[in-house]
T-cell receptor, first 110, second 111 residues
Framework: GQQVMQIPQYQHVQEGEDFTTYCNSS?????IQWYKQRPGGHPVFLIQ?????EVKKQKRLTFQFGEAKKNSSLHITATQTTDVGTYFC??????????FGKGTSLLVTP | DTAVSQTPKYLVTQMGNDKSIKCEQN?????MYWYKQDSKKFLKIMFS???????INETVPNRFSPKSPDKAHLNLHINSLELGDSAVYFC??????????FGQGTRLTVV
């Protein structure tokens, strides 16, 4: 079945540094979604990418979908302490549910 | 109004007991899900259900069973609880596998 791999598992940065998490799928994805989960919270939808090579921005966050639609990345510019949390990518699993990567936990120290 | 609500938020119970977690969504979505998040934060799909079809992840023990009295509710019943069932369980809903809305989670501790 489809496997969604995500790296790194953990990232610790100083406030103001940039951060990137990468997502790779074993199969071509129809779309990819990104979620953020704050400590003690629940996953919250950030964005969905559909088109090959698509790039979308949300303030300091930049999301990319690979040309082959098998990989994606999330880049945060100039991290802030409010960016702390776990970031998950997710692809559709056999057509019935989202298949989540294992997430990248981001820690930002002031 | 909370879009996806699940109760209880915390559940502590002994091994061997049977328990239920309730979930309700007021978004009018056609599909609801149960996910299990273990201590390493891995989100694993357990069930997907819409008003036509229940799809079960084959790795889920049959001690777990979803029950949907109507389109807005998907409850999770767990029989003969085991220590390894301790985790956070999230209910979610979506329309046509688009953006998923998650409940606040239920932290289940089996002692």
């Amino acid at each position: 079945g489809q496997q969604v791999m995500q790296i790194p598992q953990y990232q610790h940065v100083q406030e103001g540094e940039d951060f990137t998490t990468y997502c790779n799928s074993s199969t071509t994805l129809s779309n990819i979604q990104w979620y953020k989960q704050r400590p003690g919270g629940h996953p919250v939808f950030l964005i969905q990418l559909v088109k090959s090579g698509e790039v979308k921005k949300q303030k300091r966050l930049t999301f990319q979908f690979g040309e082959a639609k098998k990989n994606s990345s999330l880049h945060i510019t100039a991290t802030q302490t409010t960016d702390v949390g776990t970031y998950f990518c997710a692809g559709i699993n056999s057509g019935y549910a989202l298949n989540f990567g294992k997430g990248t936990s981001l820690l930002v120290t002031p | 109004d909370t879009a996806v609500s699940q109760t209880p938020k915390y559940l502590v119970t002994q091994m061997g007991n049977d328990k239920s977690i309730k979930c309700e969504q007021n978004l009018g979505h056609d599909t609801m899900y149960w996910y299990k998040q273990d201590s390493k934060k891995f989100l694993k799909i357990m069930f997907s259900y819409n008003n036509k079809e229940l799809i079960i992840n084959e790795t889920v023990p049959n001690r777990f069973s979803p029950k949907s009295p109507d389109k807005a509710h998907l409850n999770l019943h767990i029989n003969s609880l085991e220590l390894g069932d301790s985790a956070v369980y999230f209910c979610a809903s979506s329309q046509d596998i688009t953006e998923a809305f998650f409940g606040q989670g239920t932290r289940l501790t089996v002692v």
